[in-house]
């Protein structure tokens, strides 16, 4: 089991081909799908926060390795590492998507959602309640 926070907080989540638009894929949509094996069902968290058992941590790791090999080369961004970290969580483990209160990223707007703001000592919150790891980058 791992557990990972949203990616892009939208209804229904995000997915491993939205992400694509993101991440300068040097194949088109198509041939991805096709070569990797991936949906547009297939989830995507943020890598910002992962959770799981060291034993599932080298096994994790083992396989992203295996996976890197073959994913760095058709991509041109470096969040292709959160792609294939994914694409490895989707192929072999079970996922448990992390609160918001667990784990939130400012990548998507502030303030607002997800965020209710990072208050006067620095805290985030969402839902007026505090998030225990959170990021943002802008």
Known sequence: MIGI?????????????NELCR????????????????SRDDPIGNAGCVVATRQTWIKLWM???RHWLNTAPNFGHIAVQQWTLNLVINRHFE????SQTFHTHGHWGYPGAPYDGWGE???????????LFAHKTW
Do not use: C
Not at 124 to 130: L, P, R
């Open 95 to 98: 996922r448990r998507v992390l």
């Open 23 to 38: 991440i300068q894929p040097l194949l088109d949509e198509a041939d991805i799908m096709a070569y990797y094996g991936v």
């Open 63 to 65: 396989l992203y390795l």
């Open 5 to 17: 926070g949203p990616n892009e907080p939208k209804p229904g989540g995000d997915s491993m081909i």
């Open 121 to 131: 000592e620095g805290v985030a919150t969402v839902g007026g309640e505090v998030i």
